[in-house]
């Protein structure tokens, strides 16, 4: 059996421990592992899986509070958990039945969120990666699995970014179907070690996505025979993305949020914010979050607290500290954003924009020409995120374009420190009008390549300002 190896850049906290138990669980319960038999140990779990021993032994721990394992003298675990093949099929058919329209909606998602990520981390790629990607290219067998993980470590490696590395894994736990694969599929036609690698990375598209397609056109046969039992009317699950591991992630979306309404002027510059208790009850959130949330506002420039009288909105960006954890932490998360956007909006922007009528494209060129009248041109980004989120076929794209979005607000007081003495009506008024243009003149691809160079140009003039505010980061 060869099992899922992990990239070793991945870090070993943050609750990445449940891919190791949803592994193991996900095989056991689908009779990979049959009772009686022994796990692998802990230092050949770690080992694999590119985790610490910590890390595995806190997966092992919830299998054995789970009930699938116990572990005997010298630390290996055996499964104890049992069931017939019909229980077997069951649980597959359950679990792929409820996820069926997200897995096909993934189908369509994955080329144009993952695709490019992964192209520019083997285009990227040192004299080492490249070393291994022939060497993997070159083994007597290899499967989906292999590809995927051999990609995912150079994105990571390359792009340094964990944002994508906690997309890639929050979307292969949705999936789960992968950890079933035992039977390496053999690909034709191999490369010589002397290949170019632009021949290397077509090769690898290729077998990347013929591979994905069968395995995804096995499952649904699976689910069509085996899971319209199981299925109801409020029964489907669809793909969340879980972002924040090692901070809560509410108290980020919550600033986000709160910094948002204030750019739209809910609550404007110089006015008070309602109290903790009265944001805990709009936001739906804990008293202690919304307060946590103050903190790291305040830290951001945002708001300034006075005692006896609340918290005021003053926007002060000027002082902003960016050797303070809470700030670099903000900071990363934009970072990350900013360019996994610039590698993914031209194909999603152009994949929405060819679904759309040509009365919503005037539509929608007629809203951003709104916007420039109106002086409002900071708000395109908003425009744009929900026109994705409205528009966009696809519910996996709309997810995570949602969650950017989001991630984009937190930098906003950033922004606003870089740019200084800028007006963003300025900064953004020529792009507005450009891509309001090029809708009413249907050009599409050019409207995507704009969204595509604007991302581009953030990202480096963000990279650029952090170096200089902060050179460890």
Excluded at 3 to 9: G, I, K, R, V, Y
Excluded at 236 to 256: C, D, E, H, T, V
Excluded at 288 to 316: C, D, E, N, P, W
Excluded at 373 to 391: A, M, P, S, T
Aim: aromatic share 12%.
């Amino acid at each position: 059996m060869k099992m899922l190896a992990f990239c070793e850049h991945m870090y070993t906290d943050d609750g990445l421990y449940r891919v190791i138990y949803e592994y193991f669980e996900t095989r056991i319960l689908f009779g990979m592992y049959r009772t009686g038999e022994h796990l692998p140990t802990i230092t050949e779990t770690g080992r694999f899986f590119h985790m610490s021993p910590a890390a595995v032994q806190s997966a092992l721990e919830l299998l054995g509070r789970k009930g699938y394992i116990r572990m005997n003298g010298n630390r290996t675990a055996i499964v104890v958990y049992g069931a017939d093949s019909d229980k077997i099929r069951e649980h597959a058919a359950k679990y792929f039945a409820l996820r069926e329209e997200g897995i096909k909606d993934m189908m369509h998602s994955v080329p144009l969120l993952m695709g490019p990520l992964w192209l520019e981390g083997l285009r990227k790629g040192t004299r080492q990666d490249w070393d291994k990607i022939r060497t993997a290219l070159s083994c007597p067998s290899l499967g989906v699995i292999s590809i995927l993980v051999e990609l995912y470590s150079l994105t990571l490696g390359t792009l340094k970014n964990k944002l994508i590395l906690n997309l890639f894994w929050e979307e292969i736990r949705y999936l789960r179907f992968p950890y079933l694969t035992d039977n390496l599929l053999e690909i034709q036609e191999r490369l010589k070690p002397e290949a170019s690698k632009d021949e290397i990375i077509d090769r690898m598209r290729q077998i990347f996505f013929g591979s994905y397609k069968e395995m995804m056109e096995d499952l649904f046969h699976f689910i069509r025979k085996e899971g319209g039992t199981y299925l109801t009317d409020n029964g489907r699950i669809p793909f969340q993305w879980n972002i924040y591991r090692r901070r809560p992630q509410i108290k980020y979306s919550l600033a986000g949020r709160i910094i948002w309404e204030v750019v739209k002027g809910t609550y404007p510059v110089g006015s008070y914010l309602p109290s903790l208790p009265q944001i805990a009850q709009r936001y739906d959130v804990s008293v202690a979050t919304v307060r946590r949330t103050m903190i790291f506002l305040s830290y951001m420039g945002v708001i300034q607290s006075f005692h006896g009288k609340g918290t005021l909105v003053v926007m002060r960006t000027a002082k902003l500290n960016f050797r303070m954890p809470e700030i670099l932490e903000g900071m990363s998360l934009y970072l990350e954003s900013l360019q996994l956007l610039a590698l993914t909006i031209r194909d999603i922007t152009l994949y929405t924009i060819k679904s759309c009528s040509r009365e919503e494209r005037e539509d929608l060129a007629v809203t951003f020409d709104l916007l420039r009248r109106e002086n409002r041109v900071h708000l395109c980004f908003e425009l744009y995120f929900k026109w994705i989120e409205h528009r966009c076929p696809l519910a996996i794209v709309r997810e995570c374009y949602r969650k950017q979005h989001g991630l984009l607000i937190l930098g906003y007081p950033i922004i606003l420190y870089r740019i200084r003495n800028q007006k963003l009506q300025i900064r953004y008024t020529g792009f507005t009008e450009e891509i309001g243009r090029l809708l009413r003149e249907n050009r599409l691809e050019d409207f995507s390549e704009a969204w595509k160079r604007l991302m581009e140009q953030e990202e480096r003039e963000a990279r650029k300002f952090m170096a200089d505010v902060n050179p460890k980061t």
